[in-house]
């Protein structure tokens, strides 16, 4: 197996001021929120700004109530994103994730918060978000929600309409 291996150089490392900003990363005294919270989320910048990527975030502990009820509701998280200039901290993402913990919302609303936070905070070039929830009652639901700019709009379609073949193929196994 090929890898490449880069020298660790001044010029490889992050600088303080590409770090500013970054505050919970690397802090030993978090403090973990109790309610809903957007303003924890934190950003750094792209180095790799002439490179279209995708970056994908994984969250499968996520926790919400149930607006009416009041119950727990448990589900996964998939963050995927091709960023423009800045990007989510991940540990900063975490905490605001965990502020869904007492929040009351149902799932395609928490998809499309979460959605909606992430683009004021990034101005990506394309982000999606799928909550794959546990079922309650007997039914899983799990939203989907994409946005992209002029440039990727042919991939969000190309997306949206994969995950509507994902959830018809589902269907028919059934």
């Not at 919970?24 to 910048?45: A, I, K, R, W």
């Not at 913990?101 to 998809?111: Q, T």
């Not at 994409?146 to 991939?155: I, K, N, T, Y």
Request: hydrophobic residues 35%.
């Amino acid at each position: 197996m090929f890898f490449l291996h880069r020298k660790k150089t001044e010029n490889n490392m992050r600088t303080n001021t590409e770090l500013e900003g970054v505050s919970l990363l690397g802090n030993q005294h978090t403090v973990y929120p109790s309610d809903y919270d957007p303003s924890l989320l934190e950003t750094f910048v792209n180095k790799h700004t002439g490179n279209d990527y995708l970056v994908t975030l994984h969250c499968p502990e996520f926790t919400s109530l149930c607006p009416k009820t009041g119950q727990p509701d448990y589900g996964t998280i998939l963050i995927s994103y091709i960023p423009r200039v800045r990007m989510v901290e991940s540990k900063s993402l975490k905490l605001y994730l965990f502020s869904f913990r007492n929040h009351g919302d149902f799932h395609e609303d928490c998809v499309n918060i979460i959605m909606k936070d992430l683009i004021r905070l990034m101005d990506p070039k394309y982000i999606e978000v799928t909550g794959l929830f546990h079922p309650r009652g007997g039914i899983s639901i799990l939203p989907f929600a994409s946005w992209a700019d002029e440039e990727h709009q042919a991939l969000r379609q190309q997306r949206m309409t994969a995950r509507m073949a994902d959830v018809m193929c589902y269907k028919n196994n059934f």
